[in-house]
């Protein structure tokens, strides 16, 4: 999942962001899920009084896979959560183009008494999309923050889904990833009647092609487009930008190839290069060894009249660019689409007579109509884990083996350790003369001592087993360094209360059965969990289908409307008149 986050100038005002999300003409399908224009302005007008830089979040986010309208809500309302925002005042809006889906949440600078959180926003986001794709069982989308990302999941617990994201982070020689232009960038060329995806596309596609710069640019040139230095030569030395013929910018040559920066420059040094350039031609070569004088003067050079002194050439005009006409037709689409609703909602035949209502009538049935569309909201709300992927046993159960590997081989040690000085002790007590000199006192100290620690990582490696199937909510506490005789009835009460789980730890085989138990547990729990929220939801929802019946048997024509009904007159007949 891609989340792309801007911030919308105050003095911008949400106009132009209100037009691209509630109005986009090359959008299929527009579903306002919560909010609206006015919500949008009001909060304009509310960072206008505190004085604030910038009035909207906009945060738009395109899934991979498919997700349903309660899965994106929810989705919303985590990354609210991120950001501490308030969702009662958040606008949140789902865009259909070319079959998929993606959406757009909209919320205030201005939270009522503080202003919304901007710190490492980027990061935070791409960890809320990451644990989304784990939640929702969706592919891993690698980003520039991986590293952080992971640290910060493993801060807060989330252990099994920081090796995940770890997993993505690419190795040190490679480059980060990076968006080849800008939703700014997209949203200008549009407006200039340009496709930017598409353009990227054929200019990475003509680099793959060529076999240097030189013949990079005599592609680019029969396409129309053009490369050159960029205007910020003191900041970016080097850097070269594509641009159409009428000088509208693409975006920057190694961001649409992604070529590194130091190979960029290694073919330009290249390019330029003296084999590469062409021999200059060396005048000294061609002169005339004949000195001429007026009088062996064949040409008549030296005796024509001087001429007059050059006249000084007038400034040139400045030519305004000619308008485009593909714009200035898409411009005035656009102005025209402004009015028109975005989802065409189907429209019941016409009756067959004029319906003739009053004002207080017309504003009866928009509330019924409102209430209609509040009951079918009822109608329409499913339990909350019901859209969730179902579990993959065997991808479960390899992620828990995996991840109770180290808490295995920690208990092994940490009993190999008891066992070797308890045998060690028991050998010091049966000798007469160890018994004498105290030895055997000491290295039974040492084995109790040795079983209060492994009691303490029995512990431990317990907490975490329960963990990682999801029994425990928060990571396994620290394992104790110092341990005394008062630990040991804890210890041992703790031992007796999960004799089951510490003998699926200890033993192999007896795990892989206690799993698959566990496995099982989760699956029948969530089943529960659904038939449990659908029977405590059935009435209800049954409540709303017999209050949509009776509001749209109101919605019916009344039995009186034949009397309001406009006269036809009829036409006379053919003839002489009586």
């Known amino acids: 999942m891609i989340v792309k986050e801007s911030r919308i100038k105050t003095r911008s005002g949400a106009g132009a962001l209100s037009r691209h999300v509630l109005h986009g003409a090359k959008n299929e399908a527009i579903r306002v899920l919560a909010g609206s224009d006015w919500l949008m302005r009001d909060a304009m007008r509310e960072a206008r009084r505190e004085g604030l830089t910038y009035g909207l979040r906009h945060i738009a986010f395109n899934p991979d896979d498919a997700m349903s309208d309660d899965q994106l809500s929810g989705f919303a309302r985590r990354l609210c959560e991120e950001l501490h925002a308030d969702p009662e005042h958040l606008t949140l809006v789902v865009h259909q183009k070319d079959g998929s889906t993606h959406g757009h949440l909209i ?24 644990l989304e794709e784990i939640r929702l069982g969706h592919a891993l989308v690698p980003g520039r923050h991986d590293r952080a990302i992971a640290k910060a999941l493993r801060r807060e617990g989330h252990h099994q889904a920081a090796e995940q994201v770890a997993a993505l982070i690419p190795a040190p020689e490679s480059a980060k990833p990076r968006a080849a232009y800008t939703a700014q960038a997209r949203r200008i060329t549009e407006r200039q009647g340009l496709d ?3 353009i990227k596309q054929l200019v990475s ?22 490369m050159r230095e960029g205007d910020r030569k003191e900041a970016r030395p080097g850097a070269h930008i594509i641009e159409t013929s009428d000088g509208t910018l693409i975006g920057s040559f190694t961001r649409l190839t992604k070529v590194r920066m130091a190979e960029f420059r290694k073919l330009l040094a290249e390019e330029y290069s003296p084999e590469h350039e062409k021999p200059e031609l060396d005048i000294r070569s061609t002169r005339v060894p004949v000195r001429m004088i007026a009088e062996n003067d064949q040409t008549g050079i030296l005796s024509a009249p001087a001429s007059p002194p050059a006249r000084k050439r007038e400034p040139k005009r400045i030519s305004l ?14 102005m025209k689409d402004v009015d028109r609703p975005a989802i065409m909602q189907h429209a019941p035949s016409e009756p067959l007579y004029p319906l003739i209502l009053s004002a207080d009538e017309a504003r009866i049935r928009r509330r019924i109509r409102l209430a209609i569309q509040a009951q079918q909201a009822i109608l329409d709300q499913r339990a ?51 018994r004498m000199t105290g030895r055997a006192g000491k290295l039974e100290k040492v084995c109790q001592q040795l079983l209060l620690a492994f009691l303490e990582v029995l512990r431990f490696v317990v907490q975490a087993l329960l963990h990682v199937v999801g029994l425990r909510s928060t990571p396994p506490d620290p394992v104790r360094p110092v341990l005394t005789e008062q630990d040991r009835p804890a210890l041992e009460a703790f031992r007796k209360q999960y004799d089951a789980e510490f003998t699926a730890l200890a033993d192999p085989e007896k795990l892989e059965p206690w799993l698959s138990y566990r496995f099982d547990s989760l699956v029948q729990a969530r089943q529960d969990r659904i038939w449990k929220w659908n029977k405590a939801h059935q009435p209800e929802k049954e409540r709303a289908r017999q209050e949509i019946a009776r509001l749209r048997s109101k919605l019916a024509a009344p039995e009186g409307l034949m009397n309001t009904i406009a006269a036809v007159p009829t036409r006379p007949a053919m003839g002489p008149s009586p």
């Open 107 to 130: 919320l205030p600078e201005w939270q009522s008494n503080h202003v919304l959180e901007s710190r490492f926003t980027w990061m935070r986001l791409e960890k809320v999309a990451r």
């Open 196 to 198: 930017l995806p598409a």
């Open 205 to 226: 596609t003509l680099w793959s092609q060529s076999d240097g710069l030189k013949s990079f640019r005599a592609e680019l040139a029969e396409h129309g487009l053009t």
């Open 321 to 334: 660019p000619r308008r485009n006409q593909a714009i200035d037709a898409l411009r005035l689409r656009q």
């Open 384 to 434: 909350p884990e019901a859209d969730w992927a179902p579990l993959k046993r065997e991808e479960m159960l390899a992620k828990w083996r995996k991840a109770l590997t180290p808490y295995q081989k920690q208990l092994r040690s940490s009993f190999a350790r008891y066992h070797r000085a308890k045998k060690e002790s028991k050998q010091a007590d049966e000798s007469r003369w160890q």
